[in-house]
């Protein structure tokens, strides 16, 4: 008991939850909730040997998507809404002109693409198009591709393809992505409507 | 034994706050782990648009932020309404771009280089001449991945209306 008298003396804690409540209201101010998120998309190089002679593609393996200053889209010729786009880009994709792909349920018209490794979607766009509406577009394309590739993964695999792993499933991710692979390329834009 | 009773009964006793730290530590940790610093004082209104098929940002150290929109209500005067770009803290030209990207990579761990991401914060209703200019000169100084900066919409629907 005599020892218990000695020792040392408990430290104050009254003052812990001050200075826990400064700290407290120093990361409530400088915090910022916001989760950076947006859709992920790779640059060409620029490359001047390889522009000089480019490899033909067939005009019915090209996708083109023209949007205007006034925001409109003309999608191979034809004016589209924003809401009909994802579905005319599965169509082309998932065509399957030459029969060569067998997992796909296209039509099969003549006139759209030979199989989703050739087919190519060419994005332009003006130079007073809205970026709001730029990345609409954008986000439509990746979706017809992300929707394939879903569809792909539920009938192979018998799993929802967004759902996966991507350390885990790291194989047939690859697999998945490889048969619908993304071909989007975008022309410089235009300069008419500014 | 009943005097003493009586007693307590009458005075209120006072809360026990020693469990107050405890529980203002755990908010404190709460918020020490899911902050990030607030790292540039934005010059420019980003009003974000909205698309679904978005990815995170994985690793923060990794990312390099360039703003574009217009200026803001207390800029106007000086710099007017006309979208710019905007580095770090401060107004920038097309031109100071590409510098600022070769800086960037500069910055970062040797390793890390190929992996830096371009994270192009823009308003929606900024012309896209201008995101154009951005991405050729994203071009010229090598910085081939981007990302454009979305939102998750609340509803899909919500995409298709002409006001956003």
């Known amino acids: 008991m005599a020892r218990n008298k000695r020792a040392i003396p408990e430290i104050n804690a009254g003052s812990m939850a001050d200075i826990a409540f400064l700290l407290l209201i120093f990361y409530l101010v400088t915090t910022t909730m916001d989760t ?29 998507v023209l ?78 591709y992300e929707d ?10 018998g799993r929802s393809y967004r759902g996966m792993d991507p350390e885990e499933d790291k194989e047939i991710i690859k697999e998945i992505k490889n048969a619908y692979q993304q071909k989007i390329s975008e022309a410089e834009p235009l300069n008419i409507g500014g | 034994m009943a005097v003493i009773k009586k007693k307590k009964d009458k005075a209120l006793p006072a809360v026990n706050t020693s469990a107050l730290p405890d529980i203002v530590f755990m908010l404190l940790f709460f918020f020490m782990v899911a902050t990030v610093m607030r790292e540039v004082d934005l010059k420019v209104s980003v009003n974000k648009p909205q698309a679904t098929e978005i990815q995170k940002l994985e690793r923060k150290s990794l990312v390099t932020y360039i703003y574009a929109g217009s200026p803001r209500q207390k800029y106007q005067d000086k710099f007017g309404k006309t979208p710019r770009i ?33 994270s192009i914060k823009a308003d929606k209703s900024v012309k896209m001449g201008l995101i154009s200019d951005i991405k050729l000169e994203l071009r010229k100084a090598q910085a081939y991945k981007i990302n454009y900066s979305s939102l998750q919409p609340k509803n899909a629907e919500a995409l298709y209306s002409s006001d956003n």
């Open chain 1, 67 to 144: 949007v205007n200053s006034n925001d409109q889209l003309l999608v191979e010729e034809e004016y589209l809404e924003i809401s009909e786009l994802r579905a005319k880009a599965m169509e082309f994709i998932d065509n399957n002109g030459d029969g060569s792909c067998e997992y796909c349920q296209g039509y099969g018209v003549g006139t759209s693409s030979d199989n989703p490794d050739k087919a190519v979607i060419s994005l332009q766009n003006d130079r007073g198009t809205s970026y709001g509406m730029y990345v609409k577009v954008q986000n439509e394309l990746v979706a017809a």
């Open chain 1, 36 to 64: 950076d998120k947006g859709i992920n998309r790779k640059l060409p190089p620029i490359d001047d040997e390889l522009v000089q002679d480019p490899p033909p593609i067939k005009e019915r393996n090209i996708f083109t």
């Open chain 1, 148 to 157: 394939l590739r879903e569809r792909y993964a539920e009938e192979e695999y």
């Open chain 2, 86 to 118: 905007q580095l770090n803290d401060a107004f920038a030209s097309i031109d100071d771009l590409q510098p600022f990207v070769i800086q960037e990579r500069e910055a970062k761990a040797e390793e890390d280089r190929p992996m830096m991401t371009m």
